[in-house]
């Protein structure tokens, strides 16, 4: 893994700090971000600079919510639709041509997006399954703690990776469901008394 992380981050390197032009990287479909756009922020250092405009945005944006909208929110996907019609210069500084990106903005935090779309009752509802997930994993490092580490490390990563990538959250994240799963099975290994299956 260190290897292969090793050799693509030396690749990146290579693509975008020298200026090498890797033309429109293939077939796009819909207005999923490509590839080659995300890297080509995390190597030029404005993956986080982008992010806080983001943020900063929704947060400007929840402050013109009436106290209905910030209980009930304003509808699934208004993080997304949100950004299209933004008037922001720190957005427009970010993304000059806005046309380009139109509906693929998010606020790229799984907190925001859902106080943003389902107000404070979805992000109660967020933070109560955060809260399950955290005494479950607790529990788990405590019964056998190295059997548990690698899969603490790895939901970790999941909970990271939504707070400041994925859209939709936890219920739309396929690796949380495979981490969890495994999971479940491992602990259920443990209440028998047997670590692995044989």
């Known amino acids: 893994i ?3 992380a090793f050799m693509l ?3 990146m390197q290579k693509l975008y700090l020298n200026g090498t032009d890797t033309g429109n990287g293939g077939l796009i479909i819909g ?3 490509t590839p080659e756009e995300r890297y080509e922020t995390i190597a030029s250092g404005s993956f986080m600079e982008k992010r806080k405009i983001l943020w900063q945005v929704a947060l ?3 402050k013109n ?3 209905t909208e910030l209980i009930f929110g304003r509808g699934s996907s208004y993080d997304i639709l949100m950004y299209d019609n933004a008037k922001s210069e720190m957005l427009d500084s970010a993304y000059p041509d806005r046309e380009y990106v139109k509906g693929k903005l998010s606020v790229h935090n799984m907190l925001l997006a859902d106080l943003l ?3 404070i009752i979805k992000l109660i509802l967020l933070i109560i399954l955060i809260i399950v997930l955290a005494i479950y994993y607790i529990r788990f490092l405590i019964a056998d703690f190295f059997t548990a580490l690698p899969y603490c490390i790895c939901i970790g990563i999941v909970f990271i990776n939504n707070l400041i990538s994925n859209r ?3 219920l ?4 949380f469901y495979i981490i969890l799963f495994l999971s479940i099975i491992e602990i259920s290994f443990i209440c028998k008394n047997q670590r692995r299956l044989q």
């Open 117 to 119: 779309n389902g107000g």
């Open 172 to 175: 739309y994240d396929k690796y």
């Open 2 to 4: 260190c290897a292969i």
């Open 65 to 67: 919510y009436s106290k």
């Open 31 to 33: 207005n999923e971000t």
């Open 168 to 170: 939709f959250g936890f």
């Open 9 to 11: 981050n030396s690749y």
């Open 60 to 62: 400007d944006e929840l």
